[in-house]
């Protein structure tokens, strides 16, 4: 399986940017997939993922702003990111996991096989 991010860019706070991934190799929706990021110094955080059974989660960070979501016609991945924040500058990396991984790990990056190169996000203030 193969993962390829697109979509990052400087973007002012407040406003909005939409990452997209891209699966080859395998169908999309039989998989966990997810957005992490890592921010220059930190550790890599969850940002959110979409269940291969349609179920979404979000880290507290993120919650209320982003938005992921899935076209299985288009085998693609995105995150809409609305009222970005300084604090949401990173790296963003989309993964595929294997969909038998319960609800109450699906934001732990070890339940991950697949990972895309990463797309840089930056927000100005």
């Known amino acids: 399986v193969q993962l390829q991010a697109s979509g990052g860019g400087l973007v002012q706070a407040g406003g909005s940017l939409r990452l997209s991934c891209v699966v080859s190799?395998?169908?999309?929706?039989?998989?966990?997939m997810a957005w992490f990021r890592r921010a220059p110094g930190k550790e890599r955080e969850f940002v959110a993922v979409?269940?291969?059974?349609?179920?979404?989660y979000y880290g507290d960070s993120v919650k209320g702003r982003f938005t992921i979501s899935r076209d299985n016609a288009k085998n693609t991945l995105y995150l809409q990111m609305n009222e970005v924040k300084p604090e949401d500058t990173s790296v963003y990396y989309c993964a595929a996991g294997t969909k038998t991984t319960i609800s109450a790990y699906v934001s732990s990056s070890d339940r991950y096989e697949f990972w895309g190169q990463g797309t840089l996000v930056t927000v100005s203030s």
């Open positions: 190799g395998d169908t999309l929706n039989m998989y966990n």
């Open positions: 979409k269940r291969f059974n349609g179920q979404s």
